[in-house]
């Protein structure tokens, strides 16, 4: 059967979404490389801002109808560099390194998971969509870590007295990638439809949180954001049970 003229465009390649995406790579690789000269404020904060351009383009792409099989490939290549190899290098020189082959490996560990996490994402997208994430998104653990980061040099805490605690949130994050715990996607949240009042309303007073109290703030919604998982698996487990008992 050959294809039609609309199925070749969906194949090609899109300027605007690939251009977003190929920012999220470059503030990944700016990352790294502010990483390796001990910039590690400055590498958190590229982190968050690849997260920026990362949530944007497939938004765009969308709202463009500009969606691909390139561009969801590229993507996945960009955060694998972004969210992957950044993070995962930021805290090994930053914290994990006096630690030896354990640090190390713990780095590693995280790369390899968000690499799951990215493949087990891509292949289960289609099959299986849902509102909720399966596993910790790998963007929301890098940026677990960058703010991390930069709450703790904000506010002047050792992060080397406490090296064991961060090893700790490094396994923890890794095996919450690749877990079966539920996250809330967002998928209903776009910006280029209508939304409630009250959905604005709140969107401002978390805007001017995080411009007041940046290092917090930011710290504060990627923990709660970590820590929601557990508990909203548990939430629909429990429901899930009192609607079989109510079904017996």
Known sequence: MKETSRERLRKGIYLLPNAFTSMNMFWGFVAIVKSLDGQFEFAAISILI?????????????????????????????????FGMAPS???????????????WLAAFLFTICGALRLARFNTMAESTPSNHFLGLPIPAAAAMNATAVMFCTKFGVPA???????????????F????????????????????KFNVLVSAILIFVFIAQKPHLALFAIMLAYTLSGPVLTFSLARKERRSKALNT
């Open 50 to 82: 690849a997260m920026v351009f990362d949530s944007l383009d497939g938004k765009i792409a969308r709202a463009t109808n500009t969606t691909s099989q390139f561009g969801i490939e590229y993507d996945s290549l960009a955060d694998l560099v972004s």
């Open 160 to 174: 080397s007295k406490w090296p064991l605690l961060f090893l700790v949130g490094m396994y923890g994050l890794s």
């Open 176 to 195: 919450l990638m690749v877990s079966s715990v539920k996250y809330e996607s967002f998928k209903k949240a776009e910006p280029f439809k209508k939304m």
């Open 89 to 103: 290098l930021m805290m090994y020189l930053w914290v994990l390194k006096p630690m030896g082959r354990i640090g």
